[in-house]
């Protein structure tokens, strides 16, 4: 196949969904069945697309670009003319992360036609799902950092739409915004990033970026400023990948219809930090890399601590995917970059499937409670459930098989990653010493299998809630269940490697070599040959630990929930303010809320009076100033300058009242005056 | 193209005596449409036989005789591609005003429509003025309808609103009256064989070289007006009441037209006249740039009023105008011309919408609504683009202007420091947080005010009015070439023929003639000149 013919389908495969976007959008209502048909179809046929690119990039050696002028700027000191491409490249990175948008878009539109069945923006909601897709496959085939951003930011309003479907909800209009602005504190950032870089290479290609910094170009000649590089655009990561301290807005997201928790806040959309991480791994240096490993880890361990304790089934999920997240960015960190992405595809797979999952059991619950007219009791609360086995065994089944992988037990997916990323981690700490990462890793590994098990257990198993309940609850209809079979199907080990117990001899690992470093040798991370015999060496440890702990997890949860031989509620008691901790998430809500929340509350109302009161008080202030200078110049205007006039006029009048007197109008008088007159005059001259 | 030019501006003004004439009101409203969209289709040609590579000289130059006795001040004006842009931008928004204000006004339409054309030949002639003085009059002719519009025609405390506004405006600019004749005598001394003249041409001579100190009072002077104008921080606190109070076309015009002229004229006359003083209060007019861009955030944050809210907003995206045109290089200014349209356009918009709120309902108060995004989903799609385009979503306009600003202001020279483009950058999470949260209590959540359950959605000559506005935030964030092109050539001319003369100047100032505190002002100007020196001898 041509490389010009890739590049077209992937733009094909780019432009469907927002074809399908803006048709809907004008005339999504006007359409039979509100127009899902069509905005299905066009995923679909993007779905099929991108399999034909995957396989194409597969079965040949090079990676294919192609770029468009999008803009020319001059000017920029010391280096002119700067033009910006918009620009597609396809590697196996970009063409596998294409196959997993486009398959878990494809399956979460047909979900959708059930679980939406007669929503009041049923046609806006499709219009929102084709453009969260066609954003998400532009952040995928980019080939320069600017679209990037770009799609990034739009990735991020078709997520504030969709967590905000349900607007009238008060909660779900705030979780909407949480979700914007958090995410918007990353991607500030990741600007800042990739300001660094654009006005110090003058270009946002990534491939020039990588081979400025090989040929030993450093953004203000400082690995430092490398370095600082990396960490600010990983901001972006840490924002849309909900990874600590920026982790909030995801449990809040869930307030979104559940198939676009599947599809954005499980599958897709939160894995783009790692797809970044990923597609920029070269330009970290080893710190870079070490605050990633760290930050990685730290989520993984405080969600997976915050997993246990919860009660709704879609924040357990939630809270179980920051968790998982973590562990894909923790072993980019380390360095295990084929682990970590490959860790990205299973989970999209077995992840989605969970939120499908949990989907069909609320929906079921939803239309139990209905008939039950009962309006108050929580249809997401898993200890409103219980026993749901018996009647929803689809669901059920696949459930168990998603729950497998996550938790890690051979022949899943889940195991293969998992497995890999927990071998890198030990690797890494064997060669440079930060043994807190694989102890993390490993305590992780068993919580995720203990409070998957848990959920399982509670939902699906023991005594029902309400029996009356659960004998109107219905399997789910064809539409909803088909997506969870295929996704069952595709969290089997085969799909990714022949070998059930090892990864690194299937397709998927092979495919994901890792690109060398182009940070200067004494900054980069260690080199792939050093890393992979440090994880040859560990391997078959690993692989059993990692049986072993998955395996007590799972049987922890097996005493604690089934057999009941351990109370829980006894041992949180033992816990006491650590499981007081845990169910309120380590306070993180309430604590920014103290501080950043009321923070710039505070400073707002402050800036608002200091404007009101300082600012305009000034300028009125120069006002009544000015005005009163005014009085009294009319003051004295008024009493000197016009009374001196009068003054004058008054005196004036007052000698011509006088005078007047003297005209009487009788000539005997003038005469008298006239010759008296006469006389002075007279003795006056002469007197001279 | 010259005669055109002229017929462009003063078919408004001609157009009033039109207004005059008709009776009605309904067609006075016409004939006031008619006009102004004549006025928007006959400058079409003259953005289309632009010719954008030309720098240094203006295009469609009309240059007439000197009117005031023995000085050399003259009708001149033209076009060149610092003013294209946002001339089109005038002759664009009038007619989408006229609509705009189509049934809200009913008191003495006539007498309003009269306003509103007079403002737009005033407007067009500021942005197309090429003399000081022309400039000056043309400026004034802008504010008196500004005042009667606001005065008449606007809210509760529209008295205040408007002779605030009125006086504030005046004081910077009698003040800049004053430099200007200075400036005009001194030019004519240097480069006019001793005839007073305001002839941008001349005022831009390379042979034209004001003294450091002359520079610095004459640049302050010129400064405090514009500052007034845009308004920078901390000369602001007339805008969020003019803006309030004023009638929703006043408040279009005003953020859309007239705030852009105080930020043309800093591009247009305060750099280029006073080079030295430019680059050497270069950081300042930043560090205002940047309080402006946060201090506003902050203020529109609590605003209770949604209007008010908006006028706060733009003290926040003017911040970035400043920032762009004083980071002196060629993509910060191209930025900040950009980003002057795109205020236009988004903040136009937002007002639009807050006026088609107010119509309805007779209120601003942002909780006395909630909840309309179900009663009125077309309002509400266009609310939302307006909004995402004010925050500066990629793929809208305002992404583009930011974009730009931050980069130009980030490796700048004369700035020196990247923590000016960092905190910018930090402005744009406030702007989300205002903006969205904003748009959450007036369109989101149930709907808890009865009244609100009345409402209609905008009807068609609504939607016909923001539409056009939609495309263009749409076709500049998609394609910003399409725009920036008309002013790259010029900008950077522009730049390159400051700096240099700021090096000239330097170089023929000797500094031990100096006062102390302008030798510690102009400290920046050896390097300068050596900056400039370097360049020239690589090309």
Redesign the interface.
Known sequence: MGLDTLILLSLIVLFLPLAGFAVLVFFGKRLPRQGDWLATGLVTVSLLLSLVILFARLTSPESVTAGWTWAQFGGIPGIGEVTVELGILIDNLSAIMLVVVALISTLVHFFSMGYLEGDVRYSRYFAYLGFFTFSMIGIVLTHNLLMMYIFWELVGLSSYLLIGHWYEKKSASNAAMKAFIVNRIGDAGMFIGIMIIFVHFATFSFDAIFSAVAAGNLPFESQAWLTAAGVLIFCGAIGKSAQFPLHVWLPDAMEGPTPVSALIHAATMVAAGVFLVARMFPLFTADALLVIAYVGAATALLAATIAITQYDIKKVLAWSTISQLGYMILALGVGAYAAGFMHLVTHAAFKAGLFLGSGAVIYAMHAALHKQHDHDTDAQDIRNMGGLRSRMPVTYWTFLIFTLAISGIPLTSGFLSKDEILAGTLAFSTLNGHWLLPLIAFGVAGMTAFYMFRLLILTFHGKPADSKRLSMIREVPGVMAIPLIILAALSTFIFYSFNPLGASSGWLFQALARPASVVPEAFAPATWPVFYEAISRVHTPVMILSIIIAVAGVAFAWLVYERRSVSADKMAGVMGPLYRGSRNKWYFDEMYEAVFVNGTLALTRISNWFDFNVIDGIVNGAGTVTRGVSKISGWIDNVFIDGLVNFLANITGSIGMRMRKIQTGSVQNYLVFGVFGFLIITIVLLSI | MELLLNIVIYLPLFGVLLLLLVRKDEWVRWSSLLITTATFVLSLPLLLQFDITATGSAQYLTVGEPFLGDWDVKYMVGLDGLSMLLFMLTTFMAPIVVLSSWSSINKHVAGFYSMLLILQTGSLGVFAALDLFMFYVFFELTQIPMFFLIGIWGGKDRIYATV?FF??TLVGWLLMLVALIYVGYAAGNMVNDGVFTTDWRLLTDHAFQLGLVEQTWLFLAFGFAFCIKVPIF?F???LPLAHTEAPTAGSVVLAAIALKMGTYAVLRYLIPLFPNAAIAFAPMFAVLGVIGII?GA??A???KDVKKLVAYSSISHLGFVVLGMFAF???GA?GAIIQMVNHGLSTGALFIIVGMLYERRHTRWISDFG?I??KMPVFT?MFMIAT?ASIG???LNG?VGEF?I???T????VLGS?WY??IG??G??LA??YM??MF?RV????VTNEENNKLTDINAREIGLLIPIMLFIVWIGVR??DF?KYS?AE??HL?EDTRTRAATIAQNTADDRLPGWASRLYDVTPQMVSNVKHENQEE
Not at chain 2, 443 to 446: D, H, K, L
């Open positions: 605030k006086i504030y901390p602001h606190s007339w201090y902050l203020v944050m609590v605003q290089n060629t993509i191209q909840g995004a179900r799609v995402l979503l990629p793929g992404f730009l931050l980069v130009g980030f490796n700048s020279e990247y483009a960092v950058a930090l744009v999470i989300a947080v969205l949260w959450q369109m989101f959540g149930p910003p070439t920036t790259e900008v950077t730049l």
